[in-house]
């Protein structure tokens, strides 16, 4: 399967633990997306890299989450110390876009369902 | 401030029939428009975007999309709705003049093809 992929597909914690997210985008893409999505709602965006570079992260995105993309392949989400509130699908995206190409496709992973107790 | 607008939360149609999933879009400069559709615990799949030229673009599965710029619409259709059409559609939007690469995200209908 050459699509993006994304581990673990679920995953339960108890509140104030850390879990990390992985997500493998499709070999070369170049811009790798984080979204969040909760029930009844569309994805809301995270964050955003070219290639290595985190270009871009939500106002909205607290300080206890964290994301690399270390040698411009796959990608981490950290969320450090969990609240109830970060319950959500954790969806990545990965495209292939020239510079000044903000009409990329972008193409999702399965994403993570994360449940914090 | 950019926004897309869904405004039917379920959209019910018989098998055979003519569907349409109704978007809104509010942008400052001209849009690039994108139809993804998501089906239960799976991720996003692309179905269509628009982005200059012919105001009829066709996708994935038999779906088009028409684009209005006076109507600031990009309704959704399929001329003969499937069973297996049933999922979730959600339309997003992006502004060409945005120094940021953000879609911004309609919050979702759902369709329900009844046999």
């Known amino acids: 399967d050459t699509g993006v992929s994304q581990n673990p597909r679920h995953k339960i914690t108890k509140r104030g633990q850390n879990v990390t997210f992985r997500c493998d985008p499709i070999?070369?893409?170049?811009?790798l997306y984080w979204y969040r999505q909760t029930l009844g709602q569309g994805p809301e965006f995270l964050t955003y890299f070219q290639n290595e570079a985190q270009l871009e992260k939500s106002r909205l995105l607290s300080d206890r989450f964290s994301a690399e993309r270390p040698k411009g392949s796959f990608s981490t989400l950290e969320i450090q110390r969990t609240e109830q509130g970060d319950s959500a699908m954790y969806l990545c995206a990965s495209s292939l876009a020239g510079t000044g190409e903000p009409w990329e496709t972008q193409y999702f992973g399965p994403g993570t369902r994360l449940l914090v107790l | 401030a950019q926004s897309v607008a869904q405004p039917e939360d379920q959209v019910n149609v018989a098998e055979g029939n003519p569907l349409t999933v109704k978007c809104t879009y509010s942008v400052s400069g001209n849009p690039y428009l994108f139809w993804y559709v998501q089906y239960p615990n799976r991720g996003l799949q692309f179905l269509l975007k628009y982005i200059t030229g012919d105001n009829l673009v066709k996708g994935s599965y038999g779906f088009e999309a028409e684009f209005n710029k006076s109507q600031t619409s990009f309704h959704l259709k399929k001329p003969s709705a499937l069973v297996s059409d049933s999922a979730l559609y959600f339309c997003a939007v992006r502004d060409y003049r945005d120094s940021n690469y953000q879609l911004i995200w309609g919050a979702g209908t759902k369709l329900i093809i009844k046999p």
């Open positions: 070999s070369e893409h170049n811009r």
